[in-house]
């Protein structure tokens, strides 16, 4: 719906902003939690992402597609919160969340695929979480990473072999 | 390719679900931002038809009014060779080019409206758009010419296109490198006296019955229309670089 530069009217029209939200919340959510590891955080981040692009939206120039954009203030604001917060304990995250209730096994293979997800580099991670989580297609991810595509497809080629050898696929 | 194995599982990583409240305070928030839609950039297409209002009306009714004249007289008058359809055909391109750059030159004087109109968007930008417009219009008046022409007068269409684009280039080329030249603010004149100069040329071809429109020049019209379409593509792309000051000087070179 707010592809084809209809992001235009959102600067004038404010009822306009309930479908941008209602539209790109969830996945820009997503995306946020992939990284953090924590609702709470995450829902901040993505509260943020949002204020953030309404707030600078006039100053918003031909960045390709409108979900591009977000997701390149979605990672700038978690590239910020990381710096805030150095270290992020994995585990006590896990133990803390009252949401995940799926059983011990369940939980022990998502720590793994976390911790296999946690292991590369963070360059590699995001490409990764980009074209497996959010599909994104190649040249997608080149825009919002604004690397050329070949380093993105040499990347995640990379990125996938680490995680079949540390996933043993 | 996705790697359908990784990806099931990766996608044992279950993401939660947000809380509404949280996604309804975002909602409630984002509507409390001020807004500011006069900050907003415009696109290209908007800033074209902006800068169209730019354009003074005397031009637009100048232009509409000599190619509805020429084509009026061209359409009125007999086919045969003695006659003046290939003058005026040949005289067309250069009388709607004095017209485009008269106006052209209007934004080389430092004029008020013309210092407003270049301190919010670049120079190069304002000419470019200058530039589309009368060509799109005039490449409209000479396919109507070409197309009327040709079957009106049952004349083949090459020979419209050429005696009615070759002038027109020439006159592009002769503008272009006036205002490459020339820092006076006389530039419209030297660019009108150019035009005139070109006309009374083409008038006093037809009037010694020099025979230029026979086939048998077709290829001199030709070589002649090739060498001013580069001269005109040069010159342009010296006027870009010069309007762009420092930053077009370092990604297109100085060479020129």
Redesign the interface.
């Known amino acids: 719906m707010f592809e084809n530069?209809q992001w235009?009217k959102i600067?004038?029209d404010?009822d306009k902003?309930?479908a941008l939200?209602q539209e790109n919340?969830?996945s820009i959510?997503?995306y946020c939690?992939?990284h953090v590891h924590s609702?709470d955080v995450?829902?901040d981040i993505?509260?943020d992402v949002?204020?953030k692009f309404?707030?600078e939206?006039?100053?918003?120039?031909?960045y390709g597609k409108l979900k591009n954009y977000l997701y390149v203030i979605a990672r700038n604001s978690i590239r910020d919160y990381a710096r805030k917060i150095k270290e992020v304990d994995l585990e006590t995250d896990f133990e803390t969340?009252k949401?995940?209730d799926?059983g011990i096994d369940?939980k022990i293979?998502?720590l793994s695929?976390?911790e296999a997800?946690n292991s590369l580099e963070e360059l590699e991670k995001e490409i990764?979480i980009l074209?497996?989580?959010q599909d994104f297609i190649i040249k997608e991810i080149s825009e919002i990473m604004g690397m050329p595509a070949s380093t993105i497809r040499y990347k995640l080629k990379n990125a996938?072999k680490t995680?079949?050898s540390r996933?043993e696929? | 390719m996705?790697?359908k194995?990784?990806?099931k599982?990766?996608n044992?990583?279950?993401?939660?679900?947000?809380?509404i409240s949280?996604?309804e305070?975002?909602?409630i928030?984002?509507?409390k931002?001020k807004?500011?839609?006069e900050?907003?950039?415009m696109?290209n297409i908007e800033f074209f038809y902006d800068q169209l209002r730019f354009i003074k009306k005397q031009t637009w009714v100048l232009k509409t009014f000599s190619s509805v004249l020429i084509l009026f007289l061209i359409f009125t008058e007999q086919m045969e060779v003695s006659n003046w359809i290939w003058t005026l055909v040949a005289i067309a391109g250069p009388v709607l080019c004095l017209i485009n750059a008269n106006e052209i030159c209007n934004i080389f004087q430092p004029g008020m409206l013309e210092i407003q109109m270049t301190a919010k968007n670049s120079f190069g930008r304002v000419l470019i758009v200058r530039f589309i417009t009368f060509g799109l219009i005039d490449l409209v008046f000479f396919t109507v010419m070409a197309v009327g022409i040709s079957i009106y007068k049952e004349t083949a269409i090459w020979q419209v296109i050429l005696y009615g684009i070759v002038p027109y280039v020439i006159m592009c080329f002769g503008c272009m490198l006036i205002l490459n030249r020339c820092r006076e603010q006389n530039i419209s004149l030297y660019t009108e006296t150019w035009g005139v100069c070109l006309c009374c040329v083409i008038m006093i071809a037809k009037i010694t019955d020099m025979r230029i429109y026979q086939t048998a020049y077709f290829s001199i019209w030709l070589c002649i229309g090739i060498i001013a379409l580069i001269g005109t593509i040069i010159e342009v792309r010296k006027l870009f670089i010069r309007t762009g000051g420092n930053l077009n000087a370092i990604n297109y070179g100085t060479s020129l």
């Open positions: 530069k235009k600067a004038i404010k902003i309930d939200i919340y969830m959510y997503k939690f992939y609702r995450a829902q993505t509260q949002f204020l309404i707030k939206i006039e100053r918003y120039r031909e969340e949401y995940d799926g369940k293979d998502q695929v976390w997800l990764l074209r497996y989580y996938e995680l079949k996933l696929l | 996705i790697n194995r990784l990806k599982e990766l044992k990583i279950e993401v939660p679900m947000y809380d949280k996604y305070e975002t909602i928030k984002a509507k931002v807004l500011h839609p900050r907003l950039r696109s």
